[in-house]
């Protein structure tokens, strides 16, 4: 049984178990096409009605697997969230204009067979994008002009959250919020509660450290963020492993690991913890196979973690995390 819950102000009911189709795209080592769609399709059977991908995942591939699957899919239609801005280079605020966005946009409407995207979302632009009211009113012209629903944001930082919901028509944001990184709870939610805007919860899994799998000895495929982006050398070092370096996470996940009822999986444990926050909408696990998928939608149905559990993660949090990422993001 899946649970929904309410996508700020669209109207929308969306699961509270997304599907991330990032690693069904690319930078994630191999995945065939065949495990992707068996992957998407076994979350669209758990009862998953939102969907995060962008253009620049497998440089397209992640939304045309999405359009393929979703074209056999007889059930309730998914919300198609994908994101622009990361196909410019040099990836510079001055690139995001009213022409190149129109373009990302009408790339992203045949990628994924549609005549309107569901939910635009800016793809982590320079800071300085925020502080330029003529990117937003070009938003709202594609809105005007029926190309896109909705449009959000996708943000690193904090402050960079608190800055795109002054924007009246950004409906939602999406932030890395996981047991790795709790900052987020604190002011952003409140403000973000009260404009009711919509929170997409993203690296719910800290890349997959907070499935419990991962070890000193883990290795990951040269074509693995994993692997390639261990020091931030592609993109922001908070998109891998959350920015915690990986030796403090282990030992943070051994600490985690007796709090974990017997029966339930970790990963399903740490999508529970997000859950317990009411201002997110929907978290948005990325899952390479049927049975990830299944493991991650399984975390609606967990009940509530205790006051103690929760007070537990917090302290592992504040004693072994936050010295390293709090300040940061
Ligand atoms: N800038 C942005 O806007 C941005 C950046 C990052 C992510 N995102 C979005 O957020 C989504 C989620 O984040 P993410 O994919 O980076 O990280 P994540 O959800 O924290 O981790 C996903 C990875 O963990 C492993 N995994 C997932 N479920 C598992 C399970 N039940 N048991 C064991 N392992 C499991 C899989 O990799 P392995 O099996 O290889 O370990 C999977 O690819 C993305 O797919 C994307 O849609 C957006």
Redesign the pocket.
């Known amino acids: 049984m899946m649970h929904t819950r309410s996508f700020g102000r669209t109207g929308w009911k969306v699961s509270e178990i997304g ?5 069904i795209g690319g930078a ?2 191999d995945v065939s096409e065949a495990q992707a769609r068996d992957a998407l399709l076994a979350a669209l059977e758990k009862g998953t009605t939102f969907i ?3 253009d620049v ?1 497998g440089d397209g591939r992640s939304e045309r697997i999405v359009r393929e699957v979703l074209k056999e899919w007889r059930g309730e239609r998914p919300i198609v969230a994908t ?1 622009a801005g990361r196909r410019l280079s040099p990836h510079v605020a001055s690139g995001y204009t009213q022409a190149n966005l129109a373009a990302f946009v009408d790339r992203s409407l045949q990628n994924l067979g549609v005549e309107t995207l569901d939910l635009l ?1 800016l ?2 632009p320079p800071t300085e994008v925020y502080y330029r009211p003529e990117v937003f009113d070009a938003l709202d012209s594609l809105v005007a002009a029926g190309k896109i629903r909705h449009y959000g944001v ?1 943000v ?1 930082k904090v402050e960079e959250a608190l800055k795109a919901i002054e924007y009246p028509n950004v409906v939602s944001v ?1 932030i ?1 919020y ?1 047991i790795f990184r709790q900052r987020p709870a604190g002011l952003f939610f409140r403000e973000a509660k009260a404009r009711n805007v919509a929170v997409i919860a ?10 419990g ?2 070890t000193r000895d883990s290795a ?1 495929a040269p074509d ?1 963020h ?1 692997n390639f982006n261990r020091h931030g050398e592609a ?2 070092v908070g ?1 891998t492993f ?1 920015g915690v370096p990986y030796e403090v996470a282990l030992d943070a996940v051994e600490a985690i690991r007796p709090l974990v009822p017997a029966g339930t ?1 970790m ?2 444990f740490a999508l529970r913890w997000i859950l317990m926050a009411d201002a997110v909408s929907v978290v ?6 049927r ?3 299944e ?2 939608a399984a975390a609606s149905e967990l009940p509530a973690l205790s006051p103690q559990t929760m007070q537990a993660l917090r302290a592992i949090y504040e004693e072994k995390i936050a010295p390293h990422v709090h300040h940061r993001w």
């Open positions: 599907f991330g189709a990032w690693a994630w080592g995060d991908t962008a995942y994101k979302q793809h982590c996708s690193e999406q890395i996981n993203r690296v719910p899994l800290a890349s997959g450290l907070l499935t799998k991962m990951f693995d994993r993109f922001d998109e959350a999986s990963a399903a948005i696990p990325g899952a390479k196979s049975a990830q998928a493991a991650n």
